[in-house]
């Protein structure tokens, strides 16, 4: 069974949500991944892609029958053919919390063996919206801002009231802008940096950020935790679940511009950080000068280090840390690990490498801290 893209199809009964933004639904025997619906639903379904011989990709255009989740999105382009952005805000906190508890719990049961029964905590604002520090817009064919839809280039028009989870304090760039370009503005208030196709055209160049008791110098277009209040959070968790003891050591790998490496040293802990991006580690070394940061790929740097380590902070891009730096680190048997993870599945795989060296989950948090959409992050607490 082959769809022309634009087809119709249903009414079709949607089944549980997958890893992804969409939930799983069976039409003729293909598994149809529906997205824009809600488990439980009975929908009509928009094919937008089908080119592979077990799958197809589609939108929820009607609704027949409502979940009890269901909510009015209240962008008007976070819906079918529109933003790629929000892809659940047609439901509500509590529904977008559990989904997310579902996949998670799959991706660590079905790729690492373990059986999570926590739940995804939600993280201020309660409201879900106003929370990203750092947008990127594209610009339309007719020189307006715009938004990217879901897995194309197409750029929706950016909608007058703006985009409602980026942060009020937020500017939303006017002008003449050249069609085609990007337009990044990351941070807050009067030192908000705008960055077109790269370029520094108003701003600061260095934003200050506050987090676990500290000032952060952060290049305007390096890694910092996106959603305003995601950095404190997750230095706590990492704090609280690696229970650090003074005078033991500790890595921080991939440490941007060394958000973990801040509350180690405080604690009495002696830090080694490495991260890839050079700017990011000289910007570190200002930001916590009591710990020692290299520039380099973790998988090449840490072979160089001591033989022993007591706590590991690591928190990888979306594809995780890989057997390679698994191995690197439980070869140093750290009492215990900490996994900051925003992929599920890179996470899932990675804890079944740990299992087989002997480090066991001993605790697993997620946070909401990409409202409005799938994404969710983790951090996992392993030890022996
Ligand atoms: C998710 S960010 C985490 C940054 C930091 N821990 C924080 O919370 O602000 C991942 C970081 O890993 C860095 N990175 C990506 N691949 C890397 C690699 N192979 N080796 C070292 N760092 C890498 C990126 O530059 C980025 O700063």
Not at 136 to 165: F, K, M, N, W
Not at 282 to 307: C, I, L, M, T, Y
């Amino acid at each position: 069974m082959t769809w022309a893209t634009g087809t119709v199809i249903g009414p079709v009964t949607v089944g549980p949500p997958a890893h992804g933004g969409h939930c799983v639904a069976r039409v003729d025997g293909k598994v149809v991944f529906v997205r824009h619906a809600l488990p439980g639903e009975v929908v009509e379904v928009e094919v937008t892609e089908d080119t592979h011989e077990r799958y197809a990709r589609g939108d929820a255009v009607r609704v027949l029958e409502a979940a009890p989740g269901r909510v009015e999105p209240a962008c008007p382009v976070a819906r079918p053919g529109g933003c790629g952005g929000c892809d659940l805000q047609h439901a509500d906190l509590p529904t977008q919390r559990e989904l997310k508890r579902q996949v998670v719990a799959e991706q660590l049961r079905r790729l690492g063996g373990y059986e999570w029964a926590g739940a995804v905590e939600a993280v201020p604002p309660e409201s879900g919206l106003g929370w990203r520090t750092r947008m990127r817009y594209q610009v339309t064919p007719e020189g307006e801002l715009g938004l990217r839809a879901h897995r194309s280039h197409r750029v929706v028009r950016l909608p007058d009231q703006g985009c409602l989870i980026a942060h009020p304090d937020q500017p939303v760039p006017a002008g003449d802008f050249v069609p085609g370009t990007e337009v990044v503005v990351a941070g807050r208030g009067e030192q908000a940096a705008v960055i077109v196709d790269g370029q520094l055209v108003h701003g600061a160049s260095t934003l200050l950020e506050r987090a676990a008791g500290r000032t952060w110098r952060v290049s305007a277009d390096g890694f910092w935790q996106v959603h305003a209040a995601a950095a404190d959070t997750l230095a706590r968790a990492v704090m609280e679940g690696l229970d650090p003891r003074p005078g033991e050591t500790a890595w921080d790998l991939y440490c941007g511009v060394g958000l973990f490496a801040g509350p180690l040293v405080e604690a009495g802990v002696s830090v080694r950080g490495v991260e890839l991006s050079r700017r990011a580690v000289r910007e570190a070394s200002r930001n916590v000068p009591e710990a020692r940061f290299e520039a380099g790929k973790v998988e090449q740097v840490v072979r160089r280090w001591p033989d022993r380590v007591d706590l590991v902070v690591c928190d990888p891009p979306r594809t995780g840390l890989g057997r390679a730096v698994v191995d690197q680190v439980v070869r140093r048997r750290p009492r215990r690990v900490a996994y900051v993870a925003c992929d599920p599945a890179s996470l899932g795989r990675d804890v079944g490498t740990f299992a087989a060296s002997g480090y066991r989950v001993g605790s697993l948090r997620a946070f909401d801290i990409f409202p409005m959409t799938h994404h969710v992050e983790c951090v996992a607490i392993l030890e022996t």
